[in-house]
């Protein structure tokens, strides 16, 4: 009797660790793809559509820097965002001294829709990078090594917790009960 229950109870394991290695082996895959990433490549292509429309896009921040006598330079890259192969979206750096701070210069993206430009994600600074993993509809962005933004909204979204502004909560607190207090 033992011998045949140890029969279908070692089949049974075997089917278990099989699918736990299956659900492994497709935890890795699907990790290995939410880490993919396609660097976004900035640079000047003066004189092409999408050189013009980020001058036109960024007139404004142009003409401020062309009057503290500089000639900013425009650095630009466009990808595909959205899941479903459309909406290409157009990166643009604008570089010079009163338009880069100590974090370096800001890249701002723009998504063209029924052959409008709206801006989807405004003054981020480091690298950008386009994930293979999305939400609503668009895939995901990486600035730098960590900074992850989302799509929520018709925008981007950064998903990392703002740095907590010492105990602001209990600073809060402290100036309504003083209010109370006073009659206030």
């Not at 092409?48 to 009057?67: F, I, M, P, V, W």
């Not at 338009?99 to 701002?108: E, K, P, R, V």
């Amino acid at each position: 009797m033992t011998r045949r229950l140890l029969g279908p109870l070692a089949l049974s394991c075997m089917l278990l660790a099989a699918t736990a290695g299956e659900a492994a082996t497709h935890h890795r895959h699907r990790h290995q793809a939410a880490v993919s990433a396609n660097p976004v490549i900035l640079t000047q292509q003066p004189g092409t559509a999408l050189d013009t429309a980020a001058r036109q896009l960024n007139a404004e921040d142009l003409a401020s820097a062309r009057k503290r006598n500089e000639n900013p330079i425009v650095l630009i890259g466009s990808a595909p965002l959205s899941a479903n192969h459309g909406d290409a979206a157009l990166f643009v750096q604008l570089q010079s001294a009163s338009l880069c701070g100590s974090a370096g210069c800001s890249t701002s993206v723009y998504l063209r829709h029924d052959g409008n430009w709206s801006k989807v994600l405004d003054s981020v600074s480091g690298p950008i990078k386009v994930l293979g993993t999305t939400s609503g509809g668009m895939h995901d962005l990486l600035v730098g090594d960590k900074d992850r933004w989302t799509w929520f909204g018709g925008a981007y979204h950064d998903t990392l917790p703002a740095a907590p502004i010492g105990n602001l909560k209990k600073s809060v607190e402290r100036h309504q009960a003083a209010k109370q207090a006073d009659g206030g």
